[in-house]
């Protein structure tokens, strides 16, 4: 079976042969399912699932643990394959999830072969009832990594990309808590913005538009242009979380994180106002000790965040900005590497 690329790195080595190649750092293509059985064990352990896929346990060169993500028997979700594998072909970045290989039998099956993150998403580390509280630095660390990896898509690559799903589920975590984005089956590449053609059938309209609930820029909802500053939209919501320790969406309680917050995002934006500490702290995640949070830090968090949901959208800042503010806000983000273990 071929591999076909549209879009093929200098270091990647594709074969039709039975043997999978890779060369030097480079990315491996698989050219057999027997290969992908063998990776995964025969898909033995599930790590993780999504809208679009399924991810399993996979060993890489016979011992480093990888990730393998499945996107199978569907035309539709071969092309939000495509799409990733194309995009992480031209991704290279410590904050965004390495491809290490790939299989594509070039009509409905594809896999992403991917570093494993053995901390799992943010979200689950935010969310889940475990006793451990990810610390106050390492969520600032969090959101600095991850603005850094915005950074790099809307600014750095050519043609610029817009990853279009920002959550805190698309952020994994490695054993050091750094963090990875991932899931680039939403992107938009070569282009700020997009508009949805007025003809596309109400049921499609759905798939595209709906997006993930609480993270999903209204802007985007109302007119379906997307650009760099529904990724800011997103970052800002992850942001909210990371401060409050709540979700973006509680389906129990049909709230969005940023109705609950609205109050207080406004007083943060009013200049005339001097917001009080007091009204910042009940916002913090009360699994967190008031003393480990410093409240300029906690103030320059909650700017950021209501900066980027706020509207129109073209006063959200850019990545660029958020990145600057946060390292001139929050001290230990100048010294990168700070973002070690629970
Ligand atoms: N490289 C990885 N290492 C460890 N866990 C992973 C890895 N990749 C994905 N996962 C787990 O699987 C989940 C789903 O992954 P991902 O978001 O890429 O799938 P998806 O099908 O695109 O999901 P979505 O519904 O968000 O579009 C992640 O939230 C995470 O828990």
């Known amino acids: 079976m071929a591999c076909f690329l549209n879009c093929v790195r200098f270091d990647v080595t594709t074969t039709t042969t039975d043997k999978p190649t890779s060369k030097g750092y480079g990315v491996t293509c698989y050219s057999s399912w027997d290969d992908v059985e063998t990776l995964t064990s025969n898909f033995s352990r599930l790590i993780g699932s999504g ?25 539709r979700l ?24 790939y299989f594509d039998d070039s009509e409905e099956t594809g896999a992403l072969l991917l570093e494993y993150l053995p901390q799992g998403n943010l979200q689950e580390k935010l969310h889940s009832s475990s006793k451990q509280v ?14 850094q990896a915005i950074v790099h898509i809307h600014e750095e690559c050519t043609p610029q990309i817009v990853h279009g799903d920002i959550k805190s589920s698309n952020v994994l975590l490695d054993k050091n808590f750094d963090c990875k984005l991932c899931d680039f089956g939403s992107a938009k590449v070569g ?7 007025p003809t596309m059938s109400t049921r499609s309209r759905q798939v595209r538009m709906v997006g993930s609930p609480g993270y999903t820029d209204p802007h985007y909802l109302k007119t379906g242009i997307a650009s760099k500053k529904m990724d800011m939209y997103g970052f800002g919501v992850v942001v909210l979380e990371l401060v409050s320790g709540k979700e973006a969406f509680s389906a129990e309680r049909g709230e969005m994180l940023v109705h609950i917050a609205a109050s207080l995002i406004r007083e943060v934006l009013d200049t005339s106002v001097d917001i009080e500490d007091d009204k910042m702290r009940q916002f913090l995640d009360p699994r967190l000790s008031r003393d480990s949070v410093d409240i300029d830090e906690l103030k320059s968090m909650l700017s950021v965040a209501a900066l980027c949901i706020g509207s129109p959208p073209s006063l959200r800042p850019s990545a660029v900005q958020v990145a600057e503010t ?16 629970v």
């Open 51 to 75: 809208g679009y896929s399924s991810i399993y346990m996979a060993r890489f060169s016979g011992s480093d643990k990888a990730a393998l993500k499945v996107h199978v028997s569907s035309h």
């Open 78 to 101: 071969y092309q939000v394959f495509r799409l990733e594998l194309d995009i992480l072909l031209r991704l290279q970045h410590p904050n965004i999830v390495k491809l290490l290989g």
């Open 134 to 147: 990810l610390p106050w630095r390492n969520r600032t660390t969090i959101a600095y990594q991850l603005v």
């Open 191 to 197: 282009f700020s913005s997009m508009v949805q053609p």
């Open 326 to 341: 946060l390292v001139q806000t929050i001290p230990s983000l100048s010294f990168l590497g700070c973002g070690k273990g």
